[in-house]
């Protein structure tokens, strides 16, 4: 089955950039999208099709992808974006594939 | 304003059946593909179900195929899914969620209902 591997934390200080990756085999003909989640929340798209924004995301959140790995960026990170963080791509055999998933802290 | 609602949740032992249910408003609901999604306690998401906007094609991840069953009434509004056979792994916070149309990201997402299989 299909698999997406992202790594389980990281942490950022205050108005710096925190960069999330995941990868996963042939991603890179695949589209991309990533999932902010806070503690008791349901999950929020942020980034669809590698590197476009919803309405209502604030442009500090940005996308993209090399090769087979997808990087969401948070640049001038905020105390409120302290979140789990999910990418997911869709497989013509697995179907929606979620990553594992990444834990950001604001320190 | 979208507005996706589940209900149903709540303990049922294993073997034991549940049906669970979305109510959708603020968007033209048969215009939309919809899907299930679970999170287990302290874990990541999990895909389970998918039916297109017309009932016609309907997907199921393999930990569920042939005990959960997803329906829709687009009359309604509502999204279903029937869960028969419940096993202690199925315990998770059930999301109903949406998308355009097919392999499309899931766009709005209700708050969920905690599904709890126990004895």
């Known amino acids: 089955s299909y698999e997406l591997t992202q790594p389980p934390s990281v942490s950022v200080s205050p108005g710096q950039t925190a960069s999330i990756t995941c990868s996963g085999d042939?991603?890179?003909?695949?589209?991309a999208c990533w999932y902010q989640q806070k503690p008791g929340q349901s999950p929020v798209l942020v980034i669809y099709?590698?590197?476009k924004r919803p309405s209502g995301i604030p442009e500090r959140f940005s996308g993209s992808k090399s090769g087979n790995t997808a990087t969401l960026t948070i640049s001038g990170t905020q105390a409120m974006d302290e979140a789990d963080y999910y990418c997911?791509?869709?497989?013509?055999?697995?179907?929606?594939?979620f990553g594992t998933g990444t834990k950001v802290t604001v320190l | 304003e979208v507005q996706l609602v589940e209900s149903g949740g709540g303990l049922v032992q294993p073997g034991g059946s549940l049906r669970l249910s979305c109510a959708a408003s603020g968007f033209t609901f048969s215009d939309y593909s919809m899907n299930w999604v679970r999170q287990a306690p302290g874990k990541g998401l999990e895909w389970v179900s998918y039916?297109?906007?017309?009932?016609?094609?309907?997907y199921y991840a393999d930990s569920v195929k042939g005990r959960f069953t997803i329906s829709r009434d687009n009359a309604k509004n509502s999204l279903y899914l029937q869960m028969n056979s419940l096993r202690d792994e199925d315990t998770a916070v059930y999301y109903c969620?949406?998308?355009?149309?097919?392999?499309?990201?899931?766009?709005?997402w209700g708050q969920g209902t905690l599904v709890t299989v126990s004895s």
């Open positions: 099709e590698d590197s």
């Open positions: 042939n991603l890179g003909d695949k589209y």
């Open positions: 969620a949406r998308e355009e149309a097919y392999g499309d990201p899931f766009d709005y």
């Open positions: 997911q791509a869709w497989d013509s055999s697995t179907l929606y594939v």
């Open positions: 039916t297109s906007s017309g009932s016609i094609t309907k």
